[in-house]
């Protein structure tokens, strides 16, 4: 018997009763925990198929299961929990499916989770070694113009390594270094000046941005878009509004709430669609309508004012969830 079902067992309850069909009835614990009435009626009925298994409320409808070669879904982890795994250990079994998942040849076709270290451009160096260094005129303006592009941004220099590069077609440019176990994997270069290409980027698929640097006593972790909203709350940010499957694993692998702060536009609700699937949580406080995005709200508010409403707000409620869902699908 593998890990995942060896910890089921173990906390399933005890007036539980079982049908001839392998089934395995008891008071669903999803229903009251979703904002449901208390089951008391042995709605919740749970089958073990060989090493997998399958959760079926009749009650609140929350489904749950998990499969060798799968990764541990976030109602698998749910349910785990609300039956009496403590945390730490949903989190090892989380890292649990995601090994066994990554030695399964056939499934590592479909993504991998190695992220291979890369160069910065030239002549790239971070930000605050620029800036306490003996400069020709020239670059101390233009340090001068990075540093307050970020200031009017409503960021601190101190919120990530920002970095700059000399070299041509980058000094218009804040670059911020992608990092994982300490290494770089990657980077971005904004351009802080009117003009195309607005991003210059190197990244990998199935890296998340600022993951590494999740603090472990932290409770939740905020996802949104973009690399300048995670750096305004320290969230995480997937780069783009549709996370791919590697990156919703990595998120997952974290073991903690995950709440979901999507852009004010239609492209949001594709962000909500995939909170919806992993059963995160969601978060659109009532921002001012020209508020577009974590950033935006950051710069206009303060970052204290913006998470402090993140988190007041935050929606677990699946039917409210689509509700802001609609909203988005519907902005202009």
């Known amino acids: 018997m593998n890990l995942i079902l060896a ?18 009835s008891f008071d669903a614990p999803c229903c009251h925990n979703r904002g449901h009435s208390r089951d008391d009626r042995k709605r919740g009925g749970i089958i073990i198929n060989g090493d997998s298994f399958t959760f079926h409320c009749f009650n609140c409808g929350f489904k749950a299961g998990w499969t060798p070669g799968k990764l541990l879904s976030s109602n698998s982890r749910k349910l785990l929990g609300w039956l009496g795994v403590p945390d730490t250990e949903v989190q090892k079994l989380g ?20 992220l291979t270290e890369v160069e910065l451009p030239e002549m790239c160096l971070p930000l605050v070694e620029w800036a306490s260094s003996d400069l020709p005129k020239d670059y101390q303006d233009t340090i001068a113009d990075i540093i307050g592009y970020l200031v009017e941004r409503g960021m601190s220099i ?12 980058y000094k218009d440019r804040v670059i911020l270094p992608f990092y994982h176990d300490d290494k770089i994997v990657g980077w971005t270069g904004r351009k802080i000046t ?4 607005k991003y210059l980027s190197h990244s990998q698929p199935s890296y998340v941005f600022n993951l590494s640097s999740q603090p472990k006593e932290r409770k939740y972790v905020i996802v949104v878009e973009g690399q300048f909203d995670a750096v305004a709350v320290d969230g995480v940010a997937i780069m783009s509004n549709e996370p791919n499957e590697a990156q919703i694993a990595r998120i997952n692998a974290l073991g903690r709430e995950v709440i979901v702060v999507p852009d004010r536009d239609k492209a949001g609700a594709k962000l909500i669609k995939t909170a919806i699937d992993n059963n995160w949580s969601v978060s659109v406080p009532p921002w001012d309508n020209n508020i577009k995005d974590v ?34 699908e519907y902005a202009n």
Do not use: C, M
Request: proline residues 7%; glycine residues 4%.
């Open 95 to 114: 890292l649990e499916a995601l090994r066994e998942k990554e030695e399964i040849p056939v499934l590592k076709k479909q993504f991998s989770f190695e």
């Open 158 to 169: 101190e919120w990530y390594p920002w970095h700059w590069s000399a070299a041509a077609g």
């Open 7 to 24: 910890a089921l067992q173990a906390v399933l309850p005890p007036n539980r009763k079982s049908t001839p069909s392998g089934w395995t």
């Open 194 to 197: 009117d003009g195309k290409p």
């Open 295 to 328: 950033a935006d709200a950051v710069k206009s508010y303060g970052r204290l004012y913006v998470l402090t409403t993140i988190l007041q707000y935050k929606e677990s409620n699946q039917i409210k969830i689509q509700l802001q869902k609609k909203k988005l």
